[in-house]
């Protein structure tokens, strides 16, 4: 590469290899003939170039989080302190844990009500409030929660394990925040008395 071209990015205070691989950059951006990148169709005279595939959305698979600013989303566990100044109205309940041991989600509802649901969740050590179109009944097999700046969509993914009057089903939690990012979260979703 001339020297007459390096010189004055290197007086930028650019190091001569970066300088370079600026400059080839360039030169390979130039020399494309359409301005298309070299693996898109290309048009012939008896067919016009098919639109390119758009890339598949990604799907946040439990435990990672995709997308957003680059933050991880963490949903903490609700302690008894969090659910009794929470202080939600409603009859009956449901919850979503991931493990034996307490919620990371709690909605309550009112039975054959179009009131919605209200429920919190603990993000990051911030107990929020959500809510779900439906009342109770609503959030039986699917539900989807929002909340300032935050999506959450439970699915029910399979039948009950156990018996009983509210057994827990195996289910997926997808949180999504307003900046893009999202993150799923298996475990259990109950509700009942």
């Known amino acids: 590469m001339p020297r007459s071209v390096v010189a004055p990015l290197r007086s930028r205070g650019l190091p001569a290899t970066i300088a370079i691989a600026v400059l080839a950059s360039a030169l390979l951006a130039g020399c494309s003939q359409s301005g298309q990148p070299a693996d898109a169709p290309v048009a012939t005279e008896d067919a016009p170039a098919p639109a390119p595939a758009p890339a598949p959305a990604p799907e946040a698979a439990a435990g990672d989080t ?22 939600l109205p409603g009859e009956l309940a449901c919850s979503f844990s991931t493990g034996d041991g307490p919620p990371i989600l709690l909605a309550m509802g009112i039975v054959g009500a179009d009131e919605p649901a209200q429920g919190v969740v603990k993000v990051s050590g911030y107990v929020e409030r959500i809510r779900a179109p439906g009342g109770f009944d609503g959030m039986l097999d699917a539900a989807t929660f929002t909340g300032q700046g935050k999506t959450i969509a439970i699915r029910v993914t399979g039948p009950a394990a156990a018996g009983g009057e509210s057994p827990p089903r195996p289910a997926t939690l997808t949180y999504q925040r307003a900046d893009g990012a999202s993150r799923g979260f298996d475990g259990q979703w109950q509700c009942g008395p």
């Open 66 to 87: 995709i997308g957003g600013d680059g933050s991880q989303i963490q949903l903490d566990t609700l302690t008894e302190s969090d659910l009794r100044e929470a202080a």
